[in-house]
């Protein structure tokens, strides 16, 4: 089983906001692309968006970019940290997608 000690599962949302952000964005286009890449299951509003920034940003998994005097808009990018809980996190839900179908019987597609 793949264990963490630094961090538990990623909730869904998180896991949305830290995909959407490696390509540089800013708020309301992480609420779009979450939405998107879910089929629209997906809706973040914007107090848990910021309050799941200020989150990632205090751990070191996102980072606020400089976009430039006078912006109102904060741009944030996934840091190298933040690549990694992802690639964990992609590690444990491998597992139970493939505990899951082989317990049910049902093959990898």
Request: proline fraction near 4%.
């Amino acid at each position: 089983m793949v264990q963490n000690q630094e961090h538990g599962p990623l909730t869904e949302t998180v896991f949305y906001v830290m995909l959407a952000l490696h390509e540089p964005m800013h708020g309301y286009g992480i609420m779009q692309r979450a939405s998107e890449m879910s089929g629209g299951r997906v809706t973040i509003g914007p107090g848990t968006l910021y309050g799941a920034l200020t989150t990632l940003v205090e751990k070191g998994w996102i980072a606020p970019l400089d976009v430039g005097v006078g912006d109102r808009k904060k741009v944030y990018l996934i840091t190298e940290a933040g690549r990694a809980v992802v690639r964990a996190e992609l590690t444990r839900l491998k597992e139970l997608l493939d505990s899951g179908r082989r317990i049910t019987g049902r093959e990898s597609r």
